[in-house]
Nanobody, 127 residues
Framework: QVQLVESGGGLVQPGGSLRLSCVASGCTLGYASIGWFRQAPGKEREFVAAITWSGRTTYYADSVKGRFTISRDNAKNTVYLQMNSLKPEDTAVYYC????????????????????WGQGTQVTVSS
């Protein structure tokens, strides 16, 4: 059973930075892509970024492209989301999740394509 635990959220001023971590326990991340999603109050969960198992290919939502960077360290079973130039509209609970299809070609941006989820970490961008 894969368990994912996010950390690194918090309160930050506009323009600031945070780095989120997603650590897997129970087994390795395996040959699966890992995605980051976020959900703001009253809104649907939305895709933020994803990284393939090798780490060679990354994908981003247009709203975060150029500001967020996803990376992974398979030796540490950890995926990171570096968030720079944060905006108030980035405020949400951020979740990491494991793609249910190991070795997928391309990216899955729909939440129902992921079968393991963390509990989420709150990110609040406010002055």
């Amino acid at each position: 059973q894969v368990q994912l635990v996010e950390s690194g959220g918090g309160l930050v001023q506009p323009g600031g930075s945070l780095r989120l971590s997603c650590v897997a326990s129970g087994c390795t991340l395996g040959y699966a892509s890992i995605g980051w999603f976020r959900q703001a109050p009253g809104k649907e969960r939305e895709f933020v970024a994803a990284i393939t198992w090798s780490g060679r290919t990354t994908y981003y939502a247009d709203s975060v492209k150029g500001r967020f960077t996803i990376s992974r360290d398979n030796a540490k079973n950890t995926v990171y989301l570096q968030m720079n130039s944060l905006k108030p509209e980035d405020t949400a609970v951020y979740y990491c999740a494991r793609d249910q299809l190991p070795g997928r070609v391309g990216v899955e941006k729909r939440p129902n394509g992921y079968n393991y989820w963390g509990q989420g970490t709150q990110v609040t961008v406010s002055s």
